[in-house]
Structure formats: structure tokens, C-alpha cells
């Protein structure tokens, strides 16, 4: 069965500062890959999605990740955080032909002021 | 329009009682999952449906764990004899259903909180 790593527990960084999240799975067959994220006090909503064709997908908020199939990595990144970003994020991978999403333990992001 | 909503959003249990989480999925949407949160994890797949097809139980982590999916819509899933290590936060989301190999967004409701003491 897959699995996915997110490397980074707690990011704590200011505003306009840029954001790298890394996230690894561990599956050889085609994957679709996503990100959540669930800011404070709300749903677990979805921030952007890889099912297939250009590596580089944009989300939602200038959020963009890519997916590197070499590295089985679909990092989250975004140029210049800002504070309303503060929230926990998701990597998700659903291997094609299986029903359940593999979900990584989060990472918790703040953005001070 | 409405999205998935469960319920209750809290519970508190003793150990050993068993306890029913209510989901209600997004009208239109087939396929239904439950997941569990857990303090400092990510989120555990637990169980999948799809329309009217035999549901994927391969997350459940015991036979005291059990779902059901009345019509197509409404799922429940219930918990006997409850454990500490059951307390957690229960996740349903819903989709449409894309066929195997592909997937939808899935929608998440709010979550049940449970707590066992």
C-alpha cells in the first residue's frame, strides 16, 4: 500500500517570506496527488490536484506544487506567505485502481505578522 | 448548496459503550469515505463506498469498528465497545465517483470529535 511522508512537522515563517512543504510517497504504479489544507476552525478543503499532464499544477491562493516522479515527490510552494496562510496542509496520494487516500501526518504552517 | 455534514460534532463516551457517528454526504455524490484523525497524525482511511457496490472495509483497524450506508446517502458508522485509543476525530468526505483509476475532489464535512474516558 502507499505511503506519504510530509518532512516537516511545524514551518514557522513571516510574511512575504517563501514557502517550500515536502512531501514523499512510496508507490511504483501512476498515483494521483493532492494537497488539503484545513485553516483554523474550518474543513479540510482541497488547495490543488495532479492527475495527470504538466507536472506544475496551480491551486488555489498562489499556491503551486510540483510532481517530480524520479524523486516520488509532489512538494507545495509558494512565492510570499501570507499571514491568512497560517493553517495545516495535506498531502494526499490515491494510487490509481484503489478506493482509499493515503493521507501524510500534516504540517502545521504560521505566519507571523 | 449544502455540504457534508455529521453529526454530533462532539462526543463523550465511557469505555466500553458503543457510539454511532452520523455522516451525511453532499447530495448527488456516490462515493463516500470515513477517515480518522488522530492527535499529530495524519488522516487513516477507514472505510469507502460506492453506490450500491460492496464497500472497501480494508481500514478498519478492528471488528469493533463497523459502516453502513442507508440508500445510497446517510452513512454511519459505529463503534463497539469503545477503547481510549479510539478517541480521535472522525472525518467523513464525499465525491462524485469517477471510476476506477480516477478521482474527485472529495469533499470533507466538520469531523465528530470523540472522546473515550
Known amino acids: 500500500a502507499q505511503s506519504v511522508s510530509q518532512h516537516n512537522h511545524h514551518v514557522i515563517l513571516s510574511e512575504a517570506a517563501s514557502l517550500e512543504l515536502g512531501c514523499n510517497y512510496s508507490?511504483?504504479?501512476?498515483?494521483?496527488l493532492f494537497w488539503y489544507v484545513q485553516y483554523p476552525g474550518q474543513h479540510l478543503q482541497l488547495l490543488l490536484k495532479y492527475f495527470s499532464g504538466d507536472p506544475l499544477v496551480k491551486g488555489i491562493k498562489g499556491f503551486e506544487a510540483e510532481f517530480i516522479k524520479s524523486k516520488f515527490s509532489f512538494n507545495l510552494r509558494k512565492p510570499s506567505v501570507q499571514w491568512s496562510d497560517t493553517a495545516e496542509y495535506f498531502c494526499a496520494v490515491n494510487a490509481w485502481g484503489n478506493n482509499d487516500m493515503r493521507f501524510g501526518a500534516g504540517t502545521r504552517l504560521t505566519v507571523k505578522p | 448548496g449544502a455540504g457534508v455534514s455529521q453529526s454530533p460534532s462532539n462526543k463523550v463516551t465511557e469505555k466500553g459503550k458503543d457510539v454511532e457517528l452520523r455522516c451525511d454526504p453532499i447530495s448527488g455524490h456516490t462515493a463516500l469515505y470515513w477517515y480518522r484523525q488522530s492527535l499529530g497524525q495524519g488522516l487513516e482511511f477507514l472505510i469507502y463506498?460506492?453506490?450500491?457496490?460492496?464497500?472497501?472495509k480494508s481500514g478498519l483497524p478492528s471488528d469493533r469498528f463497523s459502516a453502513e450506508r442507508t440508500g445510497g446517502s446517510v452513512s454511519t458508522l459505529t463503534i463497539q465497545r469503545t477503547q481510549q485509543e479510539d478517541s480521535a476525530v472522525y472525518l467523513c468526505a464525499s465525491s462524485y465517483y469517477a471510476g476506477t483509476g480516477a478521482s474527485y475532489e472529495q469533499y470533507f464535512g466538520p469531523g465528530t470529535r470523540l472522546t473515550v474516558t
Open positions: 463506498f460506492q453506490g450500491n457496490s460492496a464497500p472497501d
Open positions: 508507490y511504483g504504479g501512476t498515483v494521483n
